[in-house]
């Protein structure tokens, strides 16, 4: 067992984790935007591998923001983040509304709930649990300094939405993914990321479809 942590903490092993995380999520095939249930199932798989592998190596509940302390300053915190987040993006929208205009033809109402229904429910808790919770406790293994740690969680997260063909979904994920990183080293609380995405993810959705 001793060996087996060696193996999965060591540093390239989780570059191995990295790549392959990279390489799945920058592939359109193997990640399209088109097909929801390809990244579905990709979640599921993640769902799998991330309990084994954290239980191996001890990352516990607590790492992964799952057993919070309670603590007004971190929900302070996230509200003005996502009214910053919020505001700029109506600011963006009003001023450069052509970025909001998608590549591919936006599908039918009945089509878009469920998608936002699946967002809600499955997407963003899968991708907080994943991004926020697990590969901030991996970095951490790897990188000393907070900022780099918030800034290449970030940039994976960003990149994570490139298949969508939506270039500003990917910058806006970015910049997003910079204030949940942060907050979260600063609370280890998943549940506050999952809300922040949430809302600012229905927030881009609208403006979206609008």
């Not at 399209?32 to 979640?43: D, T």
């Not at 969508?164 to 990183?181: D, E, P, R």
């Amino acid at each position: 067992m001793l060996q087996i942590k060696k193996l999965l903490t060591h540093k390239k092993f989780i570059l191995l984790e990295l790549g392959v995380l990279f390489f799945i999520t920058l592939n359109k095939q193997f990640f399209p935007h088109e097909n929801y249930q390809i990244r579905l199932i990709i979640y599921f798989l993640c769902l799998l591998y991330v309990p084994i592998i954290s239980f191996l190596i001890g990352i516990n509940r607590k790492n992964l923001g799952i057993t919070p302390r309670k603590s007004f300053s971190s929900i302070n915190y996230s509200l003005l983040s996502v009214l910053f987040l919020g505001g700029s993006l109506v600011v963006i929208y009003f001023l450069w509304p052509t970025l909001f205009k998608l590549n591919f033809s936006v599908p039918p109402l009945l089509q878009i709930l469920l998608r936002i229904a699946i967002y809600i429910i499955i997407s963003v808790p899968v991708q907080e649990f994943i991004f926020r919770g697990y590969i901030i406790s991996r970095l951490e293994k790897i990188i000393k300094n907070r900022w780099l740690i918030i800034f290449f969680s970030a940039l994976i997260f960003g990149l994570v939405h490139y298949p969508f063909g939506f270039h500003f979904l990917t910058v806006a994920t970015f910049f997003l993914g910079l204030f949940l990183a942060d907050n979260f080293l600063r609370y280890r609380n998943l549940y506050l990321s999952m809300g922040m995405h949430g809302v600012l993810g229905l927030f881009l959705v609208y403006f979206v479809v609008k």
